[in-house]
């Protein structure tokens, strides 16, 4: 099984789940977050004075999918949230060993599905 962490644009976050929800995926972690790096800032004007914001608002969605979903999934992340400009996110694939579902005991791909 795989973990796939997408950090992206907070306005592309309800098109993505409708896109993942239609290739399959039943369940996914979505969270607004606010993320930093030092090549991406914003300057605006307050008061008359330039004041650079280098903080920016995002989106993180989490998936736990089967081995062979992987490039589905990615396909579909990249398709609905990429433009091609500075700030599109980046995407992590991790291993993950094992999986539970606390209130069916059902584990690994089992536990990731409806019942």
Request: hydrophobic letters at 40%; a neutral charge; aromatic letters at 4%.
């Amino acid at each position: 099984m795989k973990k796939v962490t997408a950090y992206i644009r907070s306005q592309k976050a309800l098109k993505l789940k409708e896109q993942l929800n239609k290739a399959g995926i039943v369940a996914m972690t979505i969270a607004d977050i606010t993320a930093w790096t030092s090549y991406r800032k914003v300057t605006l004007q307050r008061r008359g004075i330039p004041v650079t914001y280098d903080l920016v608002h995002m989106a993180k969605i989490e998936v736990y999918i089967p081995d062979d979903m992987v490039d589905q999934v990615l396909k579909v992340i990249t398709d609905n949230t990429r433009t091609g400009e500075l700030g599109d996110g980046i995407i992590t694939v991790s291993n993950l060993d094992q999986v539970i579902n606390i209130t069916t005991l059902m584990k690994n791909e089992d536990a990731v599905h409806e019942p």
